[in-house]
């Protein structure tokens, strides 16, 4: 765990596939411990803030539990409220946070945010999701895919829909552990030709098919997961009547689940919209495993937060 401390958590690229995997078992060996009521506070007397800029139900939640019961305490921090939403720079908010906090999370839009964060503080800073990212859900995702399936690499997951924060973190993560992503997109709306540059070059290394095509079907063939999310990301809420037309094709419904192998699980990082990314049949049936995706948020930061900050 030593070895992890004080660094950062702004992307899994980060971190090898050793270190990816080593977090992984720790969360699921945080969540046995929870379940059977075991103590464990490597957080006593630290304190973690979390920074938002924008909405969040399973995020927020997750880190101020989660901070609570590894023993720290958690403060919730609105932009709007901290100086930095009166234009305090991210730099000087950084040098002040780190003469205070132990950890501090930050949701925001600009990815440049993050790192700007990261420079400047001499504390770990935890990506909880910008507009190119979202690690901390990918790591709590590739726990629930371990739990289900026994294993990441080898494995086929199908991300289907917008080329965002979800596909980017899922095609990087995948990348990295040896995982084949096969994201299917419409035109204009593909991953950064960056993030797929980037994939490419870890795919190298780990051996993992990381592709993008247009065809849901040919993402979804014989697919171990599938992935969806939101068609309009946070921020994007004006594009929405745009973003059904030219995702009309892209809805993860029962004809296009038939495609993939028959004990396929379905994952979403949630809000989700029945009827729109996905159908109400796919997303409340039987190979949907979401909330115990969800619940892996919990455990998967407090892994993170146990092995940075503890
Ligand atoms: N999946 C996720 O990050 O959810 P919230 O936006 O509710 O935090
Ligand atoms: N892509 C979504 C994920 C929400 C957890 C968004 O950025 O709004």
């Avoid at 100086?83 to 000087?92: H, N, P, S, V």
């Avoid at 690690?135 to 629930?144: E, G, H, R, S, Y």
């Avoid at 870890?202 to 247009?214: C, I, W």
Wanted: hydrophobic fraction near 40%; charged fraction near 25%; aromatic fraction near 8%.
């Amino acid at each position: 765990l030593s070895h992890f401390k004080g660094k950062d958590f702004v992307e899994l690229s980060d971190y090898t596939a050793e270190e990816i995997n080593f977090l992984i078992e720790l969360a699921i060996e945080l969540k046995r411990k929870q379940k059977a009521g075991e103590v464990y506070r490597p957080l006593e007397g630290k304190t973690v803030g979390l920074i938002f800029e924008k909405s969040s139900t399973r995020t927020r939640v997750s880190f101020e539990v989660g901070t609570y019961q590894l023993g720290g305490h958690a403060l919730f921090l609105s932009k709007n409220d901290i100086q930095m939403g009166r234009g305090e720079t991210i730099a000087d908010t950084a040098r002040v946070m780190s003469r205070y906090l132990d950890g501090i999370m930050i949701r925001t839009f600009g990815h440049e945010n993050v790192t700007e964060l990261a420079k400047y503080a001499d504390i770990p800073v935890i990506n909880g999701l910008s507009d190119l990212g979202h690690p901390c859900q990918v790591l709590a995702d590739f726990q629930t895919i371990v739990e289900q399936k026994g294993k990441l690499k080898g494995l086929k997951l199908a991300y289907i829909g917008d080329g965002n924060n979800m596909a980017h973190s899922l095609m990087i993560g995948g990348a990295r552990v040896g995982l084949d992503v096969y994201v299917a997109s419409p035109e204009g709306y593909e991953p950064d030709p960056a993030v797929i540059k980037q994939c490419e070059q870890l795919a190298a290394e780990s051996g993992a098919t990381v592709k993008v095509v247009r065809d849901p079907q040919e993402a979804v063939q014989d697919a171990d997961v599938i992935y969806t999310d939101v068609w309009a990301s946070m921020g994007f809420e004006e594009e929405q009547k745009i973003r059904e037309q030219a995702f009309a094709d892209y809805q993860v419904n029962e004809a296009l689940v038939s495609h993939a192998k028959p004990d396929y699980i379905f994952l979403h990082c949630l809000p989700a919209h029945r009827g729109e990314e996905v159908s109400a049949g796919v997303i409340d049936g039987p190979n949907s495993v979401i909330f115990d995706e969800a619940e892996n948020r919990l455990h998967a930061q407090k892994a993170i937060m146990a092995a940075l900050i503890g």
